[in-house]
């Protein structure tokens, strides 16, 4: 038996851009109902090509076992949280 549930939410976006900032806020709101949520291990496809996958958050590696929040493309030094205006 197991103790996790992974959720598979089918949800389509008009291109890559607005698809990732739909994933973000998807993977922030749950954490706010005490889900444990991995916005490290979110991707985005096409709908057509479901196997080519784009990441969304950097997930990097920070001090302390934290991983970076921030969108995969970011400028700004890694952070846990992100930022106002999503960069």
Same mark, same amino acid.
């Given at each position: 038996? +197991? !103790?996790? /549930?992974?959720? $598979?939410?089918?949800? *389509?976006?008009?291109?890559?851009? &607005?698809?990732?900032?739909?994933?973000? +806020?998807? @993977?922030?709101?749950?954490? %706010?109902?005490?889900?444990?949520?991995?916005?490290?291990?979110? *991707?985005?496809?096409?709908? !057509?090509?479901? #196997?080519?996958? $784009? /990441?969304? =958050? =950097?997930? %990097?590696?920070?001090? #302390? #076992?934290? %991983? =970076?929040?921030?969108?995969?493309? $970011?400028? @700004?030094? =890694?952070?846990? &949280?992100? &930022?106002?205006?999503?960069?």
């Amino acid at each position: 038996m +197991t !103790d996790r /549930w992974v959720i $598979h939410l089918p949800v *389509t976006a008009p291109d890559l851009l &607005r698809a990732r900032i739909l994933a973000r +806020t998807a @993977a922030r709101v749950p954490a %706010r109902l005490s889900a444990r949520v991995e916005p490290g291990g979110v *991707t985005v496809s096409a709908e !057509d090509q479901q #196997g080519v996958r $784009h /990441w969304v =958050c =950097c997930d %990097r590696p920070l001090p #302390g #076992g934290a %991983r =970076c929040a921030l969108p995969v493309d $970011h400028a @700004a030094p =890694c952070s846990r &949280r992100v &930022r106002p205006g999503g960069r």
